[in-house]
């Protein structure tokens, strides 16, 4: 029977903490804040939320002398810890408890303090003598006459700006209070960063450049460093023209990013690389706080866990260790989609410009590429019609077009026509449409160019495994537990996942089109693991059958059922058989055994300790299963590679190099010229024969035949096929 003296409301939490309920907050945001304050890990304060919302439907006795018990250490906790780490209020001077000595003034302060039954409340009146004023004026200022003669100046730019700069102070204040509200968030925070650094940084330059879009971009990015063509970025090596010509093909700020870091690190691989692998790590720092705003915290670290460990984004074409437009297109389009949902779900209008500031930067990341995004926050926008036709949005929407407008109007100024052809034309409508590239095989459905339903597992391994019975199993248990604001968040993940997929089901040929879904279904699956913590056992058996599909299809399994690597997605390197088996069985016993441990550590550990192991095992756990899963990243180098440096090594800089026209036959060129440094075109070995200005040339071996020009052999490349660098005497 319930225990009288326990009165499991909201009210009692005000009354023990002096924390008074928003009237724009729901009880369970509340709760949520009154944890973070006092620093009680996340999945207590779930339980906690869970045991309240019981208490609201169901009779006297109902809930259990167990959860009473667990609402008895909560208002401990609260009592105990709250005043600690909430903000003083009415204080005009606050000090950390110490004695503050004024020195050089004379100040005398009057403290009066009166009590109620909420806690209490502090006025606190300083007066500082105009002697005292003086003394300071006369310390700061060198020249009385220096002083006098700029002091209207003075009042009068200060009075301008102050405004400004009081308002940006406390958005910096209220952005950092969002990120950082207690030390977990710090510690979780920090870590996923080093965590994700470790593994995104290192040997970035180990492999060659791909030869079309990497070598693309990391071209562009070469010139505008080396040539300062920044608003019109220039490429070489192509199947048309094969010298220097501008490339209009898509926007220009992931390419100005890979140019920044080359200006900064120089001219190279790693630099190259850079910008897209720490927008992956920061994409999953996102993931962390959206996950700790819909749920806890431990679904924002097993979500960014996941997203780190997403195969495809570790090592696929295009993804988070590449020198591509693709991931600062999702990190921009991500924190779009976050911050329309808070817009939408907090009603916060004043992150409406940061919102269409979002929205400019993944437009100039990939221009249309950016479509599926708009199509994501629609239901969002359909449920806060208010917050999105406000006099702010109207203003914030002007600011996203003089943005995104201005590069692409210069750019139809200098180049016209063919500049819409180039970016709109050839790149979005022939690629939607299917007539610019062919459909490859082994599709589900006949208007799909692409088997993105029969990769995604492979792409997502092994948590596509997990995520195909969670959509079932996770809002079953939200349903169970009548959690009903959390199904909607939920939901909104699945149609998060499903547009993008769906959109480029439609429209898309590549693999790394999608790249965007795994954000929404990193944090989906993190959300059943956290069920799994509090105990639920619909969780647990959804989680089972997750491991079951794992065990049989995931590439990494040894049985004849599992999946096959792909050419796009090279799997050599990851964890396999037995390894793979065992991490598995890791995570499960993990996430069944984290509450327990938990209890037991609380129970035997002074408060000091608990607090430093419940930071500390959370990092450490998602450490252990990063290193098991993602293993090495696979190493390759390339002809293009061997040739570029071979002709940065033997050809005088400057020299124009002329490629023959069976090595063009080969495919294109890009990354042997950003290999090579030298400006590179083509000849066939007759034009070589007859044109006497052309000095230095790559052939192949076989084509050593046909030369009539006396020459000399610089070097000699043997990758797969032989290669000629030559220098032509007569």
């Keep these: 029977m319930r225990d009288s003296m326990t009165n499991v409301s909201i009210r009692r939490v005000e009354e023990i903490t002096g924390v008074p309920k928003e009237t724009s907050e729901t009880s369970r945001e509340y709760l949520k804040r009154v944890g973070d304050l006092a620093e009680i890990p996340h999945e207590e304060i779930s339980q906690i939320i869970t045991i309240f919302e019981q208490a609201q439907f169901s009779p006297d006795g109902s809930l259990g002398q167990e959860k009473i018990a667990q609402v008895d250490d909560f208002y401990a906790n609260i009592e105990n810890l709250i005043q600690s780490n909430i903000p003083e209020t009415g204080v005009a001077n606050k000090t950390d408890g110490s004695d503050f000595e004024k020195t050089s003034t004379d100040v005398h302060t009057q403290v009066g303090t009166a009590k109620n039954g909420r806690g209490s409340d502090k006025n606190v009146t300083t007066e500082t003598s105009s002697v005292a004023k003086n003394q300071l004026r006369h310390q700061d200022t060198p020249s009385n006459a220096t002083y006098n003669r700029y002091s209207h100046l003075r009042s009068a730019l200060s009075d301008e700006f102050k405004p400004i700069v009081q308002q940006l102070n406390a958005v910096v204040d209220e952005v950092i209070n969002w990120f950082f509200r207690t030390s977990y968030d710090v510690v979780f925070a920090v870590s996923i960063f080093f965590i994700g650094s470790f593994f995104y940084l290192r040997n970035l330059d180990k492999r060659a450049l791909r030869n079309w879009d990497e070598g693309i971009y990391a071209n562009a990015a070469q010139h505008m460093a080396q040539n300062g063509n920044w608003l019109v970025p220039h490429i070489e090596g192509g199947l048309g023209p094969t010298a220097i010509h501008p490339f209009l093909e898509k926007t220009p700020l992931s390419i100005w990013f890979q140019a920044i870091s080359m200006e900064i690190f120089g001219i190279g691989v790693f630099a190259a690389r850079l910008p897209s692998a720490l927008l992956t790590i920061l994409t999953a720092v996102v993931v962390y706080f959206v996950g700790r705003e819909m749920k806890s915290r431990i679904v924002g670290l097993t979500g960014a866990a996941i997203f780190l460990s997403t195969p495809y984004v570790y090592v696929g074409n295009n993804a988070g260790r590449a020198a591509a437009t693709d991931i600062p297109l999702v990190f921009f389009g991500t924190c779009f989609v976050v911050l329309t949902w808070l817009v939408s779900r907090r009603d916060n209008q004043r992150l409406i410009p940061v919102v269409c500031l979002a929205a400019a930067l993944a437009v100039l990341s990939k221009g249309f590429g950016a479509a599926p995004f708009v199509f994501v926050v629609l239901p969002l926008v359909a449920t806060s019609p208010r917050d999105f036709t406000s006099k702010k949005m109207l203003k914030s929407v002007v600011g996203f077009l003089c943005i995104i407008i201005p590069w692409p109007a210069y750019m139809w100024l200098q180049f016209g026509d063919e500049f819409i052809y180039e970016i709109f034309i050839s790149q979005v409508l022939q690629r939607a449409t299917g007539s610019s590239f062919s459909a490859q095989s082994g599709t589900i459905f006949d208007f799909m160019r692409f ?5 995604f597992p492979t792409f997502f391994d092994p948590w596509g495994y997990f995520l195909l019975p969670a959509t079932v199993g996770l809002p079953l248990v939200t349903i169970v537990q009548k959690r009903y604001s959390e199904l909607k ?17 439609l429209t898309g040929n590549h693999g790394w089109y999608i790249l965007p879904a795994y954000v929404p279904a990193a944090l989906f699956v993190g959300w059943l693991f956290n069920y799994i913590i509090e105990g639920d056992l619909i969780a647990l ?24 690597g792909t ?12 390894l793979f088996y065992m991490a598995m069985a890791a995570v499960v016993i993990l996430l069944a055994g984290y509450r327990r441990f938990g209890e037991v550590a609380k129970n035997r550990l002074s408060r000091d300790d608990f607090h430093v192991v419940s930071h500390v095992v959370p990092v450490l756990c998602v450490v252990c299963v990063l290193l098991v899963l993602m293993g090495p990243t696979p190493g390759w180098g390339g002809s293009d590679q ?15 190099v002329s490629l023959s026209d069976q090595l063009i036959g080969e495919g294109v060129k890009f990354s042997l010229a950003f290999y090579a440094t030298n400006p590179i075109d083509h000849a066939s070995v007759s034009e070589m024969n007859k044109d006497s200005d052309i000095r230095y040339a790559v052939i192949h071996k076989p084509e050593e035949q046909g030369l009539e020009r006396e020459y000399e052999v610089l070097d000699r490349v043997n990758s797969g096929e032989t290669y ?6 007569s």
């Design 451 to 455: 088997p993105y339903l029969n990769y």
């Design 541 to 564: 058996g959804t989680t089972l059958i997750g491991l079951l599909l794992a065990s049989v299809l995931s590439f990494r399994s040894t049985l004849p059922t599992s999946a096959q």
């Design 724 to 729: 000629l660098i030559i220098r032509l005497t």
């Design 642 to 656: 061997s040739v570029g440096e071979s002709i940065d090594q033997n050809v005088p800089n400057g020299e124009l």
């Design 489 to 505: 968040d939920q939901i909104f993940l699945l149609w998060w996942t499903g547009v993008v997929i769906g959109f480029y089901s």
């Design 567 to 578: 050419d796009i997605l090279p799997v050599h390197g990851f964890s396999e058989g037995v």
